[in-house]
Each structure stands twice: as structure tokens, then as C-alpha cells.
């Protein structure tokens, strides 16, 4: 399943929210325009799912039948989130068996790909807003440095720099 949050990066295309009706024509939109099938909830207009969960933009959680959080990520990587499941589908399958199950805990930093121009392209479909205010946060939580690769691409589209 599904929960649309909030738009995490909004721009002229999908902009901020104001109203849950609001709301739920971008979470329409969104799953049009992903093809998605899954089923998919939306948040109140407060975020109030996203914020107990912890209010990252692209978190993954697995939960078993019981509503319990057996798998967290605080990004989403469809391998891991894959590999996630099929741990869980094991142990149902082993109880079923009638073998024992007892919890344990894993410690786990996996690497994902990473690659800019796809991302930016991506944030583009929203408009030009997304993008700067992306690149402002990166910038606020890596320093200039970060920028290189994104004001590059910026200038393979022929814009400029501006702040969000």
C-alpha cells in the first residue's frame, strides 16, 4: 500500500497543499501519472501519518498482520524493500510449517543509486520552483560544494541559478 504524504518537493506543476481536496487531486495525479496500481491511502491535511512516522519524504515500512513495523527505511530502495518482504513471506510460510520464530534485530546500511541528472529531471516535471528549493536544501545540509553536479545540469537546460 500506498500513503502519499505530502508533495515533497512542490513547484509550479503540484504546489504546496492548502486542502485536503487538494490533496487528494495530487495523490489522484500521482498515481496516474506512476501507473500505480497498489492501493493508496492520503494523509490528513496536518501530515499527522507522516509526522509519527517519522516525516522523512520517501520512507519505506513493512508491516506483519499484526500492525507491527518489522522493516523501516528512511529512504526507499525497491532491492531492500524487496528483500524486506521476502524475509517476511519466509517467516510466515516457516510458522505455517508449525516451526518456532523468535524476533531478532538487524543493522543494515545498504548504498543506493544515486545518479542527478534522472533526479533533477524528475523534479523538473513539477517545475523550475522544485528544483531550486531542492537544490537550496542540499546546499543547507552539504554546503556549496554539494551543488557542482545540479548547477551543471542546470546549465545543460539552459537555466540559471535562482533561489527558491
Not at 505455517?96 to 529531471?121: C, D, H, S
Not at 556549496?144 to 546549465?155: G, I, P, Q, T, Y
Request: contains cysteine; glycine residues 6%; neutral net charge.
Amino acid at each position: 500500500m500506498f500513503i502519499y504524504t505530502r508533495e515533497s518537493h512542490p513547484g509550479e506543476r503540484f504546489p504546496a497543499v492548502h486542502s485536503l481536496a487538494d490533496k487528494l487531486a495530487h495523490a489522484r495525479a500521482f498515481a496516474r501519472d506512476m501507473g500505480m496500481e497498489r492501493p493508496m491511502l492520503v494523509d490528513d491535511i496536518d501530515g499527522t501519518l507522516h509526522r509519527a512516522y517519522g516525516g522523512l519524504p520517501n520512507m519505506s515500512f513493512v508491516l506483519d498482520r499484526s500492525a507491527r513495523v518489522v522493516y523501516k527505511a528512511n529512504w526507499t530502495d525497491a532491492r531492500t524493500l524487496d528483500a524486506a518482504c521476502e524475509q517476511l513471506v519466509h517467516e510466515l510460510r516457516a510458522r505455517e510449517g508449525g516451526q518456532r520464530l523468535a524476533p531478532y534485530t538487524v543493522e543494515w546500511a545498504p548504498k543506493r543509486i544515486n545518479e542527478r541528472a534522472p533526479f533533477m529531471e524528475g523534479l523538473m516535471q513539477n517545475g523550475p520552483t522544485a528544483v531550486h528549493e531542492f537544490m537550496a536544501a542540499i546546499e543547507a545540509v552539504h554546503g556549496k560544494k554539494a551543488l557542482r553536479e545540479m548547477e551543471a545540469w542546470l546549465v545543460s537546460r539552459g537555466l540559471e541559478r535562482r533561489e527558491p
